[in-house]
């Protein structure tokens, strides 16, 4: 496939101008949210229907004409409580990934989630997780974080499953069992 070309986006929404597939790799993670970038990451947040609102140093996709496309907010300095945490604090915590609508299914979500994780990685947090918002689509949003890698955590006590994965990619490929990784 030749990914110069925009992907086909879902029927009825309308594709941002400049979309182009997101290079394999992770995203430049430098390129995160200053106060200028905050009312565009909210406007995409009103389309995406989420209320949750980007701060600075969210991680930002960009279109190749520099629009956002998509956010990341999470904090690498988080502790789970509940059970099944594999190893001590601190733990890496996505707080949302919203994608705008005319972006979906292009790559940038999965680009968002993975610079999140490869930047944990480099400060030293071993484990990331992220609670699922509960409501209509959450069995989809769980099913988003799993088909890249995510394992529920162990928790009987939820009615949907926080997600989690190791940072270390060696780690993660060797499917430590614990916390409810396999």
Do not use: K, N
Not at 82 to 103: L, W
Not at 144 to 162: I, K, L, N, T
Request: charged share 25%; proline share 11%.
């Amino acid at each position: 496939m030749d990914d110069s070309h925009p992907r086909s986006v879902p029927p009825g929404l309308e594709p941002l101008p400049g979309l182009l597939h997101p290079p394999d790799g992770v995203l430049d993670d430098r390129d995160t949210a200053a106060e200028a970038d905050l009312p565009a990451l909210q406007e995409i947040a009103g389309r995406a229907g989420v209320a949750y609102r980007a701060g600075p140093g969210a991680l930002i996709a960009r279109t190749v004409h520099g629009a956002p496309a998509g956010w990341l907010a999470g904090v690498y300095d988080s502790v789970y409580t509940g059970p099944g945490a594999p190893c001590a604090p601190p733990h890496a915590y996505v707080r949302a990934v919203v994608v705008d609508p005319g972006a979906r299914r292009l790559g940038f979500g999965t680009r968002l989630l993975s610079t999140f994780v490869a930047r944990a990685h480099r400060l030293g947090v071993r484990w990331a997780f992220a609670a699922v918002d509960e409501g209509p689509g959450a069995e989809g949003r769980a099913a988003w974080f799993a088909e890249r890698g995510w394992a529920p955590v162990d928790d009987p006590g939820e009615e949907w499953p926080v997600m989690c994965r190791w940072t270390d990619p060696d780690e993660h490929r060797q499917g430590r069992r614990a916390g409810g990784l396999s």
